[in-house]
């Protein structure tokens, strides 16, 4: 059964604490990426990876950390330097683009995190 | 990156057919238009893509005047769960994804 998962789906974690969110592909897509959702907001783009060993900064990243030492998984890295941290966390993954072909990305559930 | 603009939020009634339209005045040779659409407290989910004229899926058509400013999704027929967030997007092959607000989709019984 083919798709991205996430877990948790729901996180709590105390003030000063990081906190570590997974996202597994098994499309066998090069590319990943991580977005944050904040309430009635669109989607913000935190970090992405266009292949292994490589990423590349969002427009949000201060407060993460990514890694990617395996091709169909993208944990982020929430650190207790991200000011604002309660959000809705989506992971999506693409075949990676190039002119005339088809970069659709598909995203995971979500993970849910709330900071107490 | 071509900005989009689309209405905050509509209402429909069940079984009606809902029209969405997206300005995008600034877009490039190279853009292409995708539209995507999110339930609450989940993913993003691809419902349609196209360049120009229509394009047609089981789920959508997707209309882009040849001027290309602009695109709207049709929805045929929606129903109670049609409710969602649809997101316009446009953007080139390879370039990252730009998501707004969205317009927030309400279907009434």
């Known amino acids: 059964d083919g798709g991205i998962t996430q877990s948790p789906k729901y996180l709590f974690r105390k003030e000063g604490q990081n906190v570590t969110l997974s996202c597994e592909q098994n499309?066998?897509?090069?590319?990943m990426y991580w977005y944050r959702q904040d309430p009635g907001q669109g989607l913000r783009l935190i970090y992405y990876?266009?292949?292994?060993?490589?990423?590349q900064k969002g427009d949000i990243a201060e407060g993460y950390s990514v890694s990617r030492e395996k091709k169909e998984s993208f944990p982020l890295t929430v650190t207790s330097a991200q000011k604002n941290p309660t959000a809705f966390y989506l992971c999506?993954?693409?075949?990676?683009?190039?002119?005339?072909?088809?970069?659709?990305?598909?995203f995971g559930p979500g993970t849910r995190l709330t900071v107490l | 990156l071509a900005k989009t603009t689309q209405p905050i939020s509509m209402d429909s009634y069940e079984g009606q057919e809902v029209n969405i339209t997206c300005s995008h005045n600034?877009?490039?040779?190279?853009?292409?238009i995708t539209w995507y659409q999110q339930f609450p407290s989940q993913g993003p989910r691809f419902i349609i893509q196209?360049?120009?004229t229509k394009v047609t899926n089981e789920v959508a058509s997707l209309f882009i005047p040849a001027d290309r400013k602009s695109s709207t999704l049709s929805l045929p027929r929606v129903s109670l769960s049609d409710t969602a967030v649809y997101y316009c997007?446009?953007?080139?092959?390879?370039?990252?994804?730009?998501f707004g607000p969205g317009t927030r989709l309400s279907v009434l019984p």
């Open positions: 499309l066998n897509h090069d590319a």
């Open positions: 990876s266009q292949i292994v060993n490589d990423f």
């Open positions: 196209g360049y120009k």
């Open positions: 999506a993954s693409s075949i990676k683009g190039t002119s005339g072909s088809t970069d659709t990305q598909y």
């Open positions: 997007l446009v953007r080139n092959y390879g370039q990252n994804f730009v």
């Open positions: 600034n877009i490039a040779t190279n853009d292409y």
